[in-house]
């Protein structure tokens, strides 16, 4: 019994110490939890990014397309973004680089087609007569002639026209002597005065015609006259010769208002609209430009240039602008709303891909894959990468030259190279970090700052290819006695990440001389 009692009290402490323990246990690890959870809430969030690894960051929190929260980058902990690179302050100003926000903006694009000029269809007039008869007499007697409205363009003399007028003229005549017949005989002679009359509006003889039937010779002539101001494109009466009803004799076209029609690409077509201003500009008048109204948009493609044409109609009051005239037209494109737009200077385009590279913090930067779209003169529509507000790098993108060699350009920007981070992952030593790596180039500029500006040959080492550093100096008086342009023998030692110093440098004809 006294054992039992013995056993059961050390059970008791047993468990009391085991309970103390666990308390002590959760209030340590809430405890650093409050702790990790402070020290965070102090640092600044730079960026969040994609909690997949993506190359995607956003300046505000977010989700990706899986529901899945970004990560939160804190100060000091940006060196976990590989693709990132660190440039200083003054390598920021001495390189020139710039960065402009990527904003909601209108893109003023326009779409550039050529064309011709065209008589306005609606004020080209044709003079055929509709009865027969022959060409008495021209007064406008060449193509190409201007007249003026109801300038006289020639006579005609037709034996209907001249029996028409006499029977119009006869029942006119009884119309007035019956005045005191009966009924019946005044009904019916007004009846054959009204039917002469309308075979004569059939006709289109005009009013001054009815009145004064007869005119030339004889009182027997009938003279036609320009409808309306404009210039004669077609003349195919001949004194003397014999017409039909029907049969063209002028055409008139008033030039004052003429179409210029534009050939625009199939893909491009719905990019332009009613009612948009075009600019025109003509080869016979360089450094003159002709504004237009886009009126119709033609519902044809032409199946052999795979285009549609457009109608600008343009005012000619000087008549400057001549039909069949080559025209160049620029037209307004897009619908005016605002999309999210960059710099074209931003864009890095390898033909397979499009690259921009994003200011995460100041001096910071990494390059983002983007979807683009629609662009004008200036800007760019960004589809897909980017988000409202990230800045991008405007200039100083001359450091990349190709897409084969983007990440090389961006380490040349300061970060640690591929090659050197991964030995020194392997090895976890200092002594990969101030290994020596030699390397040959053109001297190029001397900085009041103590630095260089080399344009070395490859770096098979660091796996580099050939490009244009700045490099620190470990001595000023290292490139004392070199002159600009020399050919040079240099070692580079990288005294902390991204940090690469000169550590020993001559000229190579001193080289070799030793």
Same mark, same amino acid.
């Given at each position: 019994?006294?054992?039992? +009692? ?30 990790? =959870? ?52 003054? /390598? ?8 402009? @926000? ?8 326009? *779409? ?82 009204? #039917?002469? %009359? ?12 009815? +009145? ?22 077609? +003349? /195919? ?24 029609? =534009? !050939? ?68 307004? @494109? ?14 890095? !385009?390898?033909?397979? /891909? ?28 960004? %589809? ?11 200039? @100083?993108?001359? *450091? ?7 990440? =090389?350009? *961006? /380490? ?26 030699? #390397? ?17 040959? #490859? ?56």
């Amino acid at each position: 019994m006294k054992n039992i +009692k013995w056993i059961v009290a050390v059970l008791v402490l047993l468990g009391v110490a085991a309970g103390g323990y666990w308390l002590g246990v959760q209030k340590s690890q809430d405890s650093g939890l409050r702790t990790e =959870a402070a020290g965070q809430a102090e640092r600044k969030v730079l960026y969040y990014r994609n909690p997949m690894g993506l190359a995607d960051t956003s300046p505000v929190p977010k989700k990706d397309s899986m529901g899945m929260d970004y990560v939160a980058v804190y100060e000091g902990d940006a060196g976990q973004d590989d693709g990132a690179v660190s440039i200083s302050a003054a /390598r920021v100003q001495k390189l020139g680089v710039t960065s402009a @926000a990527a904003t909601l903006r209108r893109l003023d694009r326009t *779409l550039h087609a050529t064309g011709v000029i065209a008589t306005d269809e609606r004020r080209t007039y044709a003079i055929a007569p509709k009865f027969e008869g022959w060409v008495e007499k021209l007064y406008v007697n060449t193509s190409g002639q201007s007249v003026s409205k109801g300038q006289a363009l020639f006579e005609v003399y037709s034996p209907e026209l001249v029996s028409a007028q006499r029977e119009y003229a006869i029942a006119a005549q009884g119309e007035n002597d019956l005045s005191n017949a009966d009924a019946d005989a005044r009904a019916g002679m007004k009846q054959l005065a009204q #039917a002469s %009359l309308a075979r004569l509006k059939n006709w289109d003889i005009s009013p001054d015609e009815l +009145k004064h039937p007869g005119h030339g010779q004889s009182g027997r002539n009938l003279t036609y006259y320009a409808p309306v101001s404009g210039i004669v494109l077609e +003349k /195919r009466a001949v004194q003397g010769m014999r017409f039909m009803p029907g049969e063209t004799l002028y055409q008139i076209a008033d030039l004052s208002s003429v179409w210029v029609l =534009a !050939d625009v690409a199939e893909q491009d077509i719905a990019l332009v609209k009613v009612g948009g201003v075009a600019r025109v500009s003509i080869a016979a008048y360089p450094g003159r430009e002709f504004k237009g109204r886009i009126s119709f948009i033609y519902p044809t493609l032409n199946t052999t240039t795979r285009t549609v044409q457009v109608r600008v109609e343009m005012a000619n009051p000087d008549g400057q602008l001549k039909p069949a005239m080559y025209a160049n037209v620029t037209l307004p @494109a897009g619908d005016g709303a605002e999309v999210l737009a960059v710099p074209v200077s931003a864009v890095i !385009d390898s033909g397979v /891909r499009q690259v921009v590279l994003v200011q995460l913090a100041e001096g910071r930067y990494a390059p983002r894959e983007v979807r683009l779209g629609s662009r004008s003169d200036d800007f760019v529509e960004v %589809l897909d990468g980017l988000s409202e507000g990230e800045k991008v790098v405007t200039s @100083a993108l001359f *450091l990349i030259d190709a897409e084969s060699n983007l990440q =090389a350009a *961006l /380490r040349g920007f300061g970060s640690v190279p591929t090659t050197v981070a991964s030995a020194q992952a392997k090895t976890g030593s200092r002594a990969g970090k101030a290994a020596g790596h030699q #390397a040959q180039g053109v001297l190029d500029e001397i900085y009041e700052d103590g630095s260089v500006g080399i344009t070395h040959e #490859a770096i098979p080492s660091l796996g580099w290819p050939r490009m244009s550093m700045d490099f620190e100096l470990a001595n000023a008086s290292l490139a004392t006695g070199i002159k600009l342009g020399s050919n040079i023998s240099f070692e580079i030692v990288e005294r902390n990440p991204g940090e690469w110093v000169i550590t020993q440098l001559q000229s190579r004809m001193q080289h070799e001389g030793h």
